[in-house]
């Protein structure tokens, strides 16, 4: 679905008007509401538009008067039986797949067909939805009709409590009609558990679970799909789509999405458009960094020179801004374009946001810091904790948690301990805790969840015996709470096995972890990623106790699933690749270690750029060069990721201090025994300070000293 939600237009049905006439009256506010509140107010079969609710159009055919046919004829789709039951059975229908699936079409098709008599109300992320809500609670049949949920998902926005209010009611017929792209309907799985527990993320999360399971769109469409495009005797476009459908879908070639891709490709050449190219660039990282409304110029045309200076700058003959700006919102053949003019700005068309992109320049994630309000900078936190850009989200949420927005304190926290700070995320994160337990129960899955962060950060700071008895009381508790099934339950249990690993109790872990997995699957199924991870920590703890073959055989396995499930380009098929290759070299075989990882730098630098895991990488290489004989380029690798680490991740954070010792365990073969003395002096007292007394890296330098 498009982005941009419809301007109200039309007179309201009676049901819709005198519920919020009497609102509006109580909240004395009349003429903001009548600007905020977006709605149609139509019969369902009266909507004759689907561009306005968020369908993409397509080409426009030659052979007809290019003002009609902006929407191609419909093709029954495999799933549109089974929406338009769920719609006529009433409640929370999502519908999930990639941009251009064809998700808007199905759910206006379904709808016309399902509710033709219901009044539809149009949400807007934008408006009062408590007012909405209360529009919606009082309107007997209507369906509410949500572009792009996942922007009504954020701090502020739609909670439970709302959606509840909306279907509540004797004799009404509602409907909640929603779609959103698979990629941010993925961001509110369990698999985000690692990186959050913050109630902004709950909050989102128990919306969706209320829809249950959602229709899935495949963007490729099915061969009996395929045939029916073919059949069609009514649009020619449908005929043509279909021919290239082993490569596309044809919702995404009627879009022109794959033409909109090559078009800004080429742009980059000199003397074609670059400069309308940078724009579109600075305007799907904006996307990406989390920014979910149009971008004014005075954000947009600043920004683009970065992305214009990395190409070349001046040497690619850039338009002038006007042309530029013409030329990256003018329609592709009468459908989309790359940037889509808003009253506000520009918005990036959806279909690119999540194709395999470059690294964004941390100039652009400064930029945008700088420019948005505090609301926004909350959600550009979220997208840097999911990009892993630690530094970035402490300071997002640092100008959030300053403004009072709700949750920002408790997304600091977390942010604080991404960051490398495990011990001041726990100090802050007690408070919380104890805040939660005083306003909501000590059982409330939220007082639970501080209780998880608050363990798992113990461990990071090197507390791990600790953590893991807060987790053995926890899990005793999410146990009488939730039941012993229940996903946090298990979560809290496959926590525990690693903790214990970490500790040095690998053979405990290992029986945890075989105890587990088999009811983790049964509850989720083989194919959830929380159950690939927990094959993965599996492997991992399978090599800590020496069972190195079966852990290779293990971790092989999952690499194949992640593959088969997520591709290879996803950060968990790349971690995967990250562990086999270590214990390639605890196999012995250094070499065959070195070529794995050094295949696996090219591909994370390609599709992360600079990031956690690809620093991670070019530590491990320099330690590998270091054990093969190469004392000089392992210094000159450990060097180069030093100076990186204490960039991207700060000086102090565990993941520098540790690059900082294998360094120095490097460099001492070169320089005098007193040198590297002090110098590993100096780190102790660095990794004190940071990590305490009793971290792992601490106590290993410690012994380092007393040997040398």
């Given at each position: 679905?498009?982005?941009?939600?419809?301007?109200?237009?039309?007179?309201?049905?009676?049901?819709?008007?005198?519920?919020?006439?009497?609102?509006?009256?109580?909240?004395?506010?009349?003429?903001?509401?009548?600007?905020?509140?977006?709605?149609?107010?139509?019969?369902?079969?009266?909507?004759?538009?689907?561009?306005?609710?968020?369908?993409?159009?397509?080409?426009?055919?030659?052979?007809?008067?290019?003002?009609?046919?902006?929407?191609?004829?419909?093709?029954?789709?495999?799933?549109?039986?089974?929406?338009?039951?769920?719609?006529?059975?009433?409640?929370?229908?999502?519908?999930?797949?990639?941009?251009?699936?064809?998700?808007?079409?199905?759910?206006?098709?379904?709808?016309?067909?399902?509710?033709?008599?219901?009044?539809?109300?149009?949400?807007?992320?934008?408006?009062?939805?408590?007012?909405?809500?209360?529009?919606?609670?009082?309107?007997?049949?209507?369906?509410?009709?949500?572009?792009?949920?996942?922007?009504?998902?954020?701090?502020?926005?739609?909670?439970?409590?709302?959606?509840?209010?909306?279907?509540?009611?004797?004799?009404?017929q509602v409907v909640l009609l929603a779609s959103m792209r698979s990629k941010e309907?993925?961001?509110?799985?369990?698999?985000?558990?690692?990186?959050?527990?913050?109630?902004?993320?709950?909050?989102?999360?128990?919306?969706?679970?209320?829809?249950?399971?959602?229709?899935?769109?495949?963007?490729?469409?099915?061969?009996?799909?395929?045939?029916?495009?073919?059949?069609?005797?009514?649009?020619?476009?449908?005929?043509?789509?279909?021919?290239?459908?082993?490569?596309?879908?044809?919702?995404?070639?009627?879009?022109?999405?794959?033409?909109?891709?090559?078009?800004?490709?080429?742009?980059?050449?000199?003397?074609?458009?670059?400069?309308?190219?940078?724009?579109?660039?600075?305007?799907?990282?904006?996307?990406?960094?989390?920014?979910?409304?149009?971008?004014?110029?005075?954000?947009?045309?600043?920004?683009?020179?970065?992305?214009?200076?990395?190409?070349?700058?001046?040497?690619?003959?850039?338009?002038?801004?006007?042309?530029?700006?013409?030329?990256?919102?003018?329609?592709?053949?009468?459908?989309?374009?790359?940037?889509?003019?808003?009253?506000?700005?520009?918005?990036?068309?959806?279909?690119?946001?999540?194709?395999?992109?470059?690294?964004?320049?941390?100039?652009?994630?400064?930029?945008?810091?700088?420019?948005?309000?505090?609301?926004?900078?909350?959600?550009?936190?979220?997208?840097?904790?999911?990009?892993?850009?630690?530094?970035?989200?402490?300071?997002?949420?640092?100008?959030?948690?300053?403004?009072?927005?709700?949750?920002?304190?408790?997304?600091?926290?977390?942010?604080?301990?991404?960051?490398?700070?495990?011990?001041?995320?726990?100090?802050?994160?007690?408070?919380?805790?104890?805040?939660?337990?005083?306003?909501?129960?000590?059982?409330?899955?939220?007082?639970?969840?501080?209780?998880?962060?608050?363990?798992?950060?113990?461990?990071?700071?090197?507390?791990?015996?600790?953590?893991?008895?807060?987790?053995?009381?926890?899990?005793?508790?999410?146990?009488?709470?939730?039941?012993?099934?229940?996903?946090?339950?298990?979560?809290?249990?496959?926590?525990?096995?690693?903790?214990?690993?970490?500790?040095?109790?690998?053979?405990?872990?290992?029986?945890?972890?075989?105890?587990?997995?088999?009811?983790?699957?049964?509850?989720?199924?083989?194919?959830?990623?929380?159950?690939?991870?927990?094959?993965?920590?599996?492997?991992?703890?399978?090599?800590?106790?020496?069972?190195?073959?079966?852990?290779?055989?293990?971790?092989?396995?999952?690499?194949?699933?992640?593959?088969?499930?997520?591709?290879?380009?996803?950060?968990?098929?790349?971690s995967t690749r990250f562990e086999l290759a270590l214990l390639t070299a605890r196999?012995?075989?250094?070499?065959?270690?070195?070529?794995?990882?050094?295949?696996?730098?090219?591909?994370?630098?390609?599709?992360?750029?600079?990031?956690?895991?690809?620093?991670?990488?070019?530590?491990?290489?320099?330690?590998?060069?270091?054990?093969?004989?190469?004392?000089?380029?392992?210094?000159?690798?450990?060097?180069?990721?030093?100076?990186?680490?204490?960039?991207?991740?700060?000086?102090?954070?565990?993941?520098?201090?540790?690059?900082?010792?294998?360094?120095?365990?490097?460099?001492?073969?070169?320089?005098?025994?007193?040198?590297?003395?002090?110098?590993l002096a100096a780190l102790r007292e660095d990794c004190r300070r940071t990590l305490?007394?009793?971290?792992?890296?601490?106590?290993?330098?410690?012994?380092?000293?007393?040997?040398?």
């Amino acid at each position: 679905m498009a982005a941009v939600a419809a301007a109200v237009s039309g007179v309201f049905v009676d049901e819709a008007r005198t519920a919020l006439r009497g609102h509006r009256q109580q909240r004395q506010c009349a003429a903001t509401r009548d600007r905020e509140l977006a709605v149609r107010t139509q019969r369902v079969r009266d909507v004759l538009d689907p561009i306005s609710l968020g369908v993409h159009p397509a080409a426009l055919r030659r052979d007809i008067d290019r003002g009609g046919a902006r929407v191609p004829a419909f093709v029954k789709r495999d799933r549109f039986d089974d929406v338009v039951g769920r719609i006529r059975q009433g409640g929370f229908v999502l519908i999930v797949g990639d941009s251009t699936a064809g998700k808007s079409r199905l759910a206006y098709e379904a709808m016309r067909v399902a509710v033709p008599d219901f009044v539809l109300l149009q949400a807007r992320p934008s408006e009062d939805l408590q007012t909405l809500a209360s529009v919606v609670g009082t309107a007997r049949r209507c369906v509410v009709w949500f572009d792009e949920f996942d922007q009504f998902l954020r701090a502020g926005g739609i909670t439970l409590e709302m959606v509840k209010a909306m279907l509540a009611g004797p004799e009404r017929q509602v409907v909640l009609l929603a779609s959103m792209r698979s990629k941010e309907y993925g961001r509110y799985s369990a698999r985000q558990r690692d990186v959050t527990d913050a109630a902004t993320w709950r909050a989102g999360r128990e919306v969706l679970l209320h829809a249950g399971e959602p229709v899935e769109l495949d963007r490729l469409w099915s061969p009996q799909e395929v045939g029916r495009a073919r059949e069609t005797d009514r649009d020619p476009r449908l005929r043509a789509a279909a021919q290239a459908s082993d490569r596309f879908g044809i919702a995404e070639v009627l879009a022109v999405g794959p033409e909109l891709l090559s078009d800004w490709t080429h742009a980059w050449q000199a003397g074609e458009h670059p400069r309308g190219a940078a724009l579109v660039a600075a305007a799907v990282d904006c996307r990406r960094m989390g920014l979910h409304q149009p971008v004014g110029t005075s954000l947009l045309v600043p920004m683009h020179e970065i992305y214009l200076s990395a190409r070349g700058g001046a040497v690619l003959r850039p338009e002038p801004l006007e042309e530029a700006l013409a030329w990256a919102t003018a329609p592709v053949q009468g459908a989309s374009s790359l940037l889509l003019p808003d009253r506000q700005g520009y918005l990036a068309f959806d279909y690119l946001i999540d194709l395999p992109g470059a690294a964004i320049p941390e100039s652009s994630w400064q930029m945008l810091l700088a420019a948005v309000a505090p609301q926004d900078a909350f959600d550009v936190g979220w997208a840097a904790v999911d990009l892993m850009r630690p530094s970035v989200a402490l300071e997002a949420f640092e100008i959030a948690r300053r403004h009072g927005v709700p949750d920002a304190e408790y997304a600091h926290a977390i942010a604080l301990g991404n960051a490398g700070q495990p011990l001041p995320a726990v100090s802050l994160l007690r408070p919380l805790h104890q805040q939660r337990a005083a306003q909501l129960g000590p059982d409330h899955p939220d007082t639970l969840s501080a209780r998880h962060d608050i363990a798992r950060y113990l461990a990071e700071a090197g507390r791990v015996s600790e953590a893991v008895a807060l987790l053995d009381r926890l899990a005793a508790d999410r146990r009488r709470v939730l039941g012993p099934r229940h996903t946090a339950t298990l979560v809290t249990l496959s926590s525990k096995a690693r903790f214990l690993r970490e500790r040095g109790d690998a053979p405990q872990a290992l029986q945890l972890f075989r105890e587990l997995l088999p009811d983790m699957t049964a509850v989720l199924g083989p194919d959830h990623v929380d159950v690939l991870l927990a094959r993965q920590e599996l492997g991992r703890t399978l090599g800590h106790t020496g069972l190195v073959s079966d852990a290779l055989a293990c971790l092989s396995t999952v690499l194949e699933d992640h593959e088969r499930l997520l591709g290879a380009a996803h950060p968990h098929t790349l971690s995967t690749r990250f562990e086999l290759a270590l214990l390639t070299a605890r196999s012995g075989d250094l070499h065959g270690a070195l070529r794995q990882l050094q295949a696996l730098l090219a591909e994370q630098e390609r599709i992360l750029g600079m990031h956690s895991r690809t620093l991670s990488t070019r530590h491990q290489l320099g330690r590998l060069l270091a054990q093969t004989g190469e004392p000089e380029k392992a210094l000159e690798a450990l060097s180069g990721v030093l100076s990186d680490q204490e960039r991207f991740h700060g000086p102090a954070h565990p993941r520098t201090l540790a690059t900082r010792y294998d360094r120095l365990l490097v460099a001492r073969h070169t320089q005098n025994p007193q040198e590297t003395a002090a110098q590993l002096a100096a780190l102790r007292e660095d990794c004190r300070r940071t990590l305490g007394e009793t971290h792992p890296l601490t106590r290993t330098i410690t012994t380092a000293l007393g040997a040398s």
